[in-house]
């Protein structure tokens, strides 16, 4: 398949534009493994603390993703598992060079026909003498809808001398949530995330709690959630709404 796209991106921590496009070649390894291959070219255009450049980038990478139990509806058990390595070198083309592996799983339990467990974690890490010379997209931020709930949008990550984050080579994310079907189509569910991004190997992770409803629409789960962050006074509470399957 040939792929591209374009993005902009503006959040607390920094604004990009950016625009990609790229080859992959995806094949079967075993009934539950997928083996993907790829390259990208991307231009991006940032500001993040006090950088305000531009990066090119071709970008060489290899994805395997195994899936079980995925459904438009509620899953009532499954898994998914996804590793990611990509790299860019100087000498190929790109504007710097660095390596970067990533890996995320979520795991569906059912305690019951109403009740279920649902956990997921996410790791990554970059081998990059300074991160400041990659772009937004490539740097680790944490917190949002699918990250640590009760914060900002990619809020969370090491500061510079300003306090404006600027994410970080390494990310570290957790979550466990227990969900109860209530009436009908609609379930209640109560959640612990907790994560960081970080730079060198003592992270000072956040977490949130928060209480959840969900509705399992006809296209999909639609869910409401009211996170509290527990590692910043000042806010009571943030409201996620995301919509999509559950693996």
């Excluded at 409401?224 to 999509?244: E, K, M, W, Y």
């Amino acid at each position: 398949s040939f792929v591209g796209g374009v993005q902009h991106l503006d959040t607390d921590t920094s604004e990009s534009d950016t625009f990609t496009f790229g080859y992959m070649r995806t094949r079967s390894l075993s009934k539950n493994w997928l083996w993907s291959r790829l390259v990208n070219y991307s231009y991006e255009d940032f500001a993040i603390g006090d950088q305000d450049e531009t990066s090119q980038l071709v970008i060489f990478g290899v994805n395997f993703e195994s899936a079980i139990g995925r459904e438009i509806g509620r899953s009532k058990a499954g898994r998914n598992i996804n590793f990611d390595l990509r790299g860019a070198s100087d000498s190929l083309g790109s504007d710097t060079s660095f390596l970067q592996f990533k890996a995320t799983t979520k795991w569906i339990w059912s305690l019951t026909d109403k009740t279920r467990v649902i956990t997921r974690g996410k790791l990554g890490a970059t081998m990059k003498d300074d991160l400041a010379d990659l772009p937004v997209s490539v740097r680790f931020f944490s917190g949002g809808d699918h990250s640590v709930r009760g914060y900002d949008f990619e809020s969370l990550g090491p500061v510079d001398e300003n306090g404006a984050v600027i994410g970080g080579s390494y990310l570290l994310e957790a979550s466990i949530e227990l969900d109860r079907m209530v009436v009908g189509n609609w379930s209640i569910a109560a959640f612990v995330d907790s994560g960081s991004a970080f730079n060198d190997f003592s992270p000072e992770f956040s977490t949130g709690v928060g209480l959840g409803i969900r509705w399992y629409s006809p296209i999909g789960p639609i869910r409401v959630d009211f996170a509290h962050p527990l590692d910043d006074p000042d806010r009571d509470f943030r409201l996620h709404l995301t919509l999509g399957p559950d693996l």
